[in-house]
């Protein structure tokens, strides 16, 4: 069974960057495609960043051009590269593994952005 850990979240003025980690202790590669998701308290966990199995991005509108979702092998572990971080940003990121359904969720990383 994998797990999902997250890591690096915490508080960050307006126009800061942050680097959320996904340590994986099963595998993330292959055919399995990794997400990044935000859940604010009383609204839908939201789909922000994939990187699909073949190595694709995709990102929401909401973030696309300052965050970017990577994922590096050796470490076994995907990354989500926060920059130009707004208030609006603010809620808990979860990462996932998906192989036709997700099939894995992290425990989630709380993002504070606030002056």
């Known amino acids: 069974q994998v797990q999902l850990v997250e890591s690096g979240g915490g508080l960050k003025q307006p126009g800061g960057s942050l680097r959320l980690s996904c340590a994986a202790s099963?595998?993330?590669?292959?055919?399995?495609?990794m997400n990044w998701y935000r859940q604010a308290t009383g609204k839908e966990r939201e789909l922000i960043a994939t990187r699909h199995s073949g190595g694709t991005t995709t990102y929401a509108d909401s973030v696309k051009g300052r965050f970017t979702i990577s994922r590096v092998n050796a470490q076994n572990t995907v990354y989500l590269q926060m920059n130009a971080l707004k208030p609006e940003d603010t809620t808990v990121y979860y990462c996932?593994?998906?192989?036709?359904?997700?099939?894995?969720w992290g425990q989630g990383a709380q993002v504070i952005v606030s002056s």
């Open positions: 996932s593994r998906q192989q036709g359904g997700v099939d894995c």
């Open positions: 099963g595998s993330i590669f292959g055919t399995y495609t």
